[in-house]
């Protein structure tokens, strides 16, 4: 079974559980619920890029990365862009004009092997040791967008070492 089809499976056990054990008082205090009551995971992640660089996204994310490219529905992919997927975490990057890269905004990429993930980004990357429990670096994709690239330094459930 692929990580996709494991995680939609899981999406789908939690919503099975929490539509059988849902409290008759919402976290809101309501009868009715609040956006923290159905949300169930995040989608994708988008980042803008400037038009026509669609080969240099594929080349970052496909090549460098190792995530699959996925084809966008047609009145979709007429916009420009592209949608990268992998390790259960899906970008969009969708075209902007005029371009301007997010240099704060960033998505959190968990990898398990944070050596191989510098290495592999092709670049300079900036270390961040301000986030106990985890190694991490910050990069850019071709664009200028910002990533955070996280390990933690331990499992869950593993216990804490000294």
């Known amino acids: 079974m692929t990580r996709l089809a494991m995680l939609d499976d899981v999406a789908a056990d939690r919503s099975t559980r929490r539509a059988e054990t849902r409290p008759r008082t919402w976290s809101g205090g309501g009868d009715e619920p609040t956006?923290?009551?159905?949300?169930?995971?995040?989608?994708?992640?988008?980042?803008?890029?400037?038009?026509?660089?669609?080969?240099?996204?594929?080349?970052?994310?496909?090549?460098?990365?190792?995530?699959?490219?996925?084809?966008?529905?047609?009145?979709?992919?007429?916009?420009?862009?592209?949608?990268?997927?992998?390790?259960?975490?899906e970008l969009h990057l969708g075209v902007e004009e005029p371009f301007a890269p997010a240099r704060k905004a960033h998505p959190g990429l968990v990898v398990d092997d944070i050596e191989e993930a510098a290495r592999r980004v092709g670049q300079d990357v900036e270390w961040d040791t301000d986030f106990p429990g985890f190694r991490r670096f910050y990069a850019h994709d071709p664009f200028g967008n910002r990533l955070e690239f996280l390990q933690p330094l331990r499992r869950c459930g593993e216990p804490a070492t000294g």
């Open 35 to 89: 956006l923290i009551d159905v949300f169930t995971a995040i989608h994708h992640v988008q980042l803008a890029m400037p038009a026509g660089r669609e080969d240099e996204a594929r080349a970052f994310f496909v090549g460098a990365l190792g995530m699959g490219e996925v084809a966008k529905p047609p009145v979709l992919a007429a916009r420009g862009g592209a949608w990268f997927r992998g390790g259960g975490v």
